[in-house]
């Protein structure tokens, strides 16, 4: 892990003595089925540049501990921002109460792990605070000097330090310390009347320096400037079913909402996903493998241990077409009969953790991206991706398209406005025709939200041609 010697100590020196907690931990779990004590600890700032000036900059610290008791499908929960052992022992007394009549086997506790993704420097420690609103006012200097249209910049920059130390019954406990940098750019350009905005941000398990970087931040600015110029020359999108050819990387965030969701343990047991019970079906054309993986060394996804304890890993959950497996955490794994896939996570000690996704992608195929283009007689070529919906059950999603072009006649054309992408999860996979050779993850910016939480993800996916989607416009 990164340095799991430094969180052990940053946690017996400044907080609890884990011997003491981990005797009280096994008195509170006697009788359960699973559980565990997570222990947290955050340092974060968040600076926000806009109107030519300094708008906001914000320090917090946050620490506390969420104590859980798992029996069969039950689950108890007590947190608190006292790390004392006092808070600890009533947070105890208040999970083994539902232990009353119920005689479990405790689940057997992760395997250790030694693996490194990131490092655990503290970028929090890495940059004085004027360094730093220096950096934003270059940043803003800078965009505005690159095309005379611009009329609007805004910037923010936030990073965060958190230590976990997470203590099972009978096991030895486990720590992590987990760094997280982003920076958004997002102008505005304008002429006449009409107005039109760009957005780029990048970011992951890192310290400040790659981002402060000038050719990494420069490159960000005319990234967003040029897609606000895109839509400033976009027309109305049409309507209407036909082919849709997906960019790489970022729009794999509609693979992440429209199928990734629905291969979460909890939904499979409660048979609630339109990928429930069909492991080992087809659920995607041939060459479609969709990969979850939590490995990834400094990706925004990706941690050492996921909030269980358990190490992440490199989980397939469809091959070629072909339904294996699941996303799990230890609770439904359990109730499955199935193993931990290491994504089990939660937003903070005060929340449950829940089986979630860490970096999801598609894996790469045969076809040049702009073979798939001259293959489309007639259609849109979507590359960002804004807001949008997803039913579980169903499949159902729409999304809108923040960047997209019309496709005539095998060649790009104008660039669209007001696009929606409408259809089903399960019946869009069927529809992959074409996979694209040049596979890319996003730039580091996924938040998922589920049940209230939101944790960092990835997302990812090469070019890819859909056969008759939906497309929702203005035109």
Known sequence: MSNP????????????????TQDQLNNALKGMDDGELFLEYTLSEAFSFDDNRLKAANFDTSQGFGL?????????YAHSTELSHAAIGRAAETVSAVNRGYKGQMMIAPSASD?????DDNPLLEHHFEDKVKLLETINSFARAQDNRVRQVSISLSGEWQAVAIIRAGSDPVFDIRPLVRLDVSVMVGEGDRQETG?????????????MAPENWQGQVREAIRQAVVNLEAIDAPAGEMDVVLGAGWPGILLHEAVGHGLEGDFNRKKTSAFSDRIGERVASPGVTVIDDGTLPDRRGSLNIDDEGTPTSRTVLIEDGILKGYIQDRLNARLMNMSPTGNGRRESFACQPLPRMTNTFMLGGTHEPEEIIKSVKKGIYATAFGG????ITS?????????????VDGKIGRPLKGATLIGTGPESMQRISMIGNDMQLDEGIGTCGKDGQGVPVGVGQPSLRIDGLTVGGTA
């Not at 020196?13 to 011997?19: E, K, M, P």
């Not at 859980?68 to 108890?76: F, I, P, Y």
């Not at 693996?115 to 490092?119: D, S, V």
């Not at 780029?200 to 398990?205: E, I, V, Y």
């Open 68 to 76: 859980r008791a798992v029996m069969g499908e039950l689950t108890s």
């Open 199 to 211: 957005h780029s941000g990048r970011g992951g398990r890192a310290s400040y320096g790659h981002w």
């Open 5 to 20: 010697k430094a969180a052990k100590l940053f946690f017996s020196s400044n907080l609890i003595d884990t011997q003491q």
């Open 395 to 407: 499949g159902k999603f729409v999304f809108s398209c923040t960047e997209s072009y019309e496709i």
């Open 115 to 119: 693996i490194a993704l990131y490092t």
């Open 388 to 391: 949008g919906q997803v039913d």
